[in-house]
Every structure is written in structure tokens, then in C-alpha cells.
């Protein structure tokens, strides 16, 4: 298509007040412009989105109006179940030891001596 548009601009008559085209052809002109329009209706529906509208279904049990927990019931249980969790974890921390590491501390590298000069010193 963009093809197409170059080529009808190479090939368009000059406009009243403008210098004339030396390429000028009215014919060829019409000729290309006419395949651009009809690369530009037929790349259309591949280029605009289609917003269509789509149903959404209820699910099996809401459908048949069956007995059931409802989301706000699950998500309730859900959010009971990760405190009692958080809880749980947080009594086994509190019986922990604080220093549970056998190792001992890294001593502190000796400080070499330095005259300040910028030169290293090892």
C-alpha cells in the first residue's frame, strides 16, 4: 500500500501555483491511488479491532441455585485459615533461641599502616 502511494505521489500533477511535476501523469496517477484504496479496504478488518460482546456463563452449581459456600464464604475461610498460619509461625519463632549459629564472629582485619601518601602499603 505504501508502494502504491509512493508511486501515485511521484506520478501526481502539480497543483495550481506549484512548480511542474516533470513525471506528471494524470492517468497513472488515478491508477495507483485506485490500488491503494483497495489494499487500504482490504487490510481494514485486519487492522480495527472488533469489540464483540461476549456472554458469561454462571457456573454448574450457581445455575441450578444449588447449596453451596458462596465466594464471600471461601474467601472468608481463606483469610481465616492464613491467620491462624501466620499465627502458628509466629509462636514456633518466638521459641526459637536468639543466636542459633555455632559459628563464631569474623574478626576484624588487622588496619595496615598508612602514611597517606596514596601509595599503598601492604
Known sequence: MQYCVARASFCRPGLPGEPINPHEDEAEFLQWLGLATEFAKAVA?????KLLAHAIQATVAESRGL???SARERFKELVLNSLAAEKLALKEIAH????????????????APDDADGVLVR
Do not use: M
Not at 478488518?45 to 479491532?49: A, G, H, S
Not at 526459637?96 to 588496619?111: C, D, K, L
Open 96 to 111: 526459637e533461641p536468639e543466636n542459633t549459629s555455632i559459628a563464631e564472629p569474623a574478626a576484624e582485619p588487622a588496619a
Open 45 to 49: 478488518p485486519y487492522q480495527t479491532p
Open 67 to 69: 447449596p453451596g459456600t
